[in-house]
């Protein structure tokens, strides 16, 4: 079945303690990127990458850190979390086009980060 | 900076009515714009996809159309169902590939 998968689901944790979030895809998507969902503020992108080893900055890249060894994976670390950190966490992938431009975009079903 | 607005927030109706959802966009320079559904607690599921060259897109009872330079996207939603409650989300690629959403559309179809 073609899917996103995100790990872990939930997770609480405390300020400073770092933890990475992992994303994988199997559909040999080159495009994968990273979302925050808030209340009022809506979907923010935080990075995307369009290809292994190519990743760029979103609207909201401040205190993360993505890499994109493989095809598959893209995790997104948060060296040092703060409370304002806490969010739910999307991670997506879609094909490219000839011209560049990313297609349909698959979304994992979410990861709700909690920062004390 | 692209911004991407949906009105209203929240909207009920009747089952068996035909709604309009609206999405607008500051910034004409789109590679595409995509609408998606998200169920509570659930990730977010594609619904349309229209390309920057197209004026709509149809799938089953849900039409997309895209007036680009108006920077103004519709989601119409025909004989409306209990089970299409959902909340209803616009995006729009911009030139840099990066993706901006709207903060949505909660939909209540009332039984």
């Known amino acids: 079945e073609a899917q996103v998968t995100q790990n872990p689901r939930y997770l609480i944790t405390v300020t400073g303690k770092k933890l990475t979030v992992t994303c994988s895809q199997n559909m040999n998507h080159e495009y994968m990127s990273w979302y925050r969902q808030d209340p009022g503020l809506g979907l923010r992108q935080i990075y995307y990458?369009?290809?292994?080893?190519?990743?760029d900055k979103g609207d909201v890249p401040e205190g993360y850190k993505v890499s994109r060894k493989e095809k598959r994976n893209f995790p997104l670390i948060l060296e040092s979390p703060s409370p304002n950190q806490t969010s739910l966490y999307f991670c997506?992938?879609?094909?490219?086009?000839?011209?560049?431009?990313?297609?349909?975009?698959?979304f994992g079903p979410g990861t709700r980060l909690l920062v004390l | 900076k692209q911004e991407v607005t949906q009105i209203p927030a929240a909207l009920s109706v009747p089952e068996g009515e035909n709604l309009v959802l609206n999405c607008s966009f500051t910034?004409?320079?789109?590679?595409?714009l995509q609408w998606f559904r998200q169920d509570p607690g659930k990730g977010l599921t594609s619904l349309l996809l229209i390309q920057s060259s197209q004026r709509e897109q149809t799938s089953g009872r849900l039409n997309a159309s895209l007036d680009k330079s108006s920077g103004r996207s519709t989601l119409y939603i025909a004989a409306s169902q209990p089970g299409d409650s959902a909340t209803y989300l616009c995006?729009?690629?911009?030139?840099?590939?990066?993706?901006?959403f709207g903060t949505g559309t909660r939909l209540t179809v009332i039984p």
């Open positions: 995006a729009v690629r911009g030139g840099a590939n990066n993706l901006f």
């Open positions: 910034d004409s320079a789109i590679y595409n």
């Open positions: 997506a992938s879609s094909q490219r086009r000839t011209s560049g431009a990313a297609e349909t975009q698959y």
């Open positions: 990458s369009m290809n292994v080893e190519v990743t």
